[in-house]
């Protein structure tokens, strides 16, 4: 098992930067692997990004591709999610989630979640 506390979010502005954390307890953290989904006022939690065990595959929504990006550090079992050129339509609840399965992309796979953090984002 691991737990999962985010950390990072905040407000910015349009066309800025944010780089989120999600730092796991637990000797396993390196057997998951990792995805961040996100949560906006009235729609349906979606995939954002995810990164396998090992970090040798990273994924991408259509949305974020070329704007975000997935790291993980093993030795400090932690996954980063690096925002740039953010857009008010980034704005959500951010949830780091934790699956020893392969369908990164569907959040019924994941076993383990984070408490969320607010990204906010001006116009």
């Known amino acids: 098992q691991v737990q ?3 950390s990072g979010g905040g407000l910015v502005q349009a066309g800025g930067s944010l780089r989120l954390s999600c730092a796991a307890s637990g000797r396993t953290f390196s057997s998951y692997a990792m995805g961040w989904f996100r ?3 009235g729609k349906e939690r979606e995939f954002v990004t995810a ?3 090992r970090g040798a595959r990273t994924y991408y929504a259509a949305s974020v591709k070329g704007r975000f990006t997935i790291s993980r550090d093993n030795a400090k079992n ?3 999610l ?3 050129s953010l857009k008010p339509e980034d704005t959500a609840v951010y949830y780091c989630a934790a699956t020893g399965d392969s ?3 569907d959040l019924r796979r994941y076993g383990f979640w984070g408490q969320g953090t607010q990204v906010t984002v001006s116009s």
């Open 39 to 41: 949560q906006a006022p």
């Open 103 to 105: 369908y990164y992309e």
């Open 78 to 80: 932690t996954v980063y």
């Open 82 to 84: 690096q925002m740039n």
């Open 4 to 6: 999962l506390v985010e």
């Open 51 to 53: 990164i396998t065990s």
